[in-house]
């Protein structure tokens, strides 16, 4: 098995995510959910950890969120849209920097693709 996974331990089951199955995920409280195609998996975590853990392709968007840029259709109004069809609301001040962000991680992407 290739690429990062992502341990998941909840009170019931022990599971393993690989990182670029990963649509977004959302903190409430100490609870991470993190949301895939096929699932999702609710755990206690904390979102610092997770995103230091899934790197530079994710972006947290907000306090309690983080997104995946691969699966990020657009951007604007304050909120990302999610290829699944998903808004994710944008943190107030963080419009500009997430841009920049996705600029970047899209430029990387496209020279990796077309080398």
């Given at each position: ?107 990387a992407r496209h020279k990796t693709e077309n080398s």
């Amino acid at each position: 098995m290739g690429g990062v996974i992502i341990p998941v331990l909840t009170r019931t089951e022990t599971a393993v995510v690989k990182k670029e199955d990963v649509l977004y995920v959302e903190s409430r409280l100490r609870t991470v959910l993190l949301h895939t195609a096929v699932r999702r998996y609710r755990y206690y975590g904390k979102m610092g950890d997770l995103a230091e853990m899934l790197g530079g392709s994710f972006y947290r968007c907000h306090v309690s969120w983080i997104v995946n840029l691969c699966k990020v259709a657009s951007a604007g109004g304050g909120t990302v849209h999610m290829e699944d069809g998903k808004d994710i609301f944008l943190g107030r001040n963080k419009f500009q920097a997430f841009r920049r962000r996705y600029i970047q991680y899209l430029a990387a992407r496209h020279k990796t693709e077309n080398s």
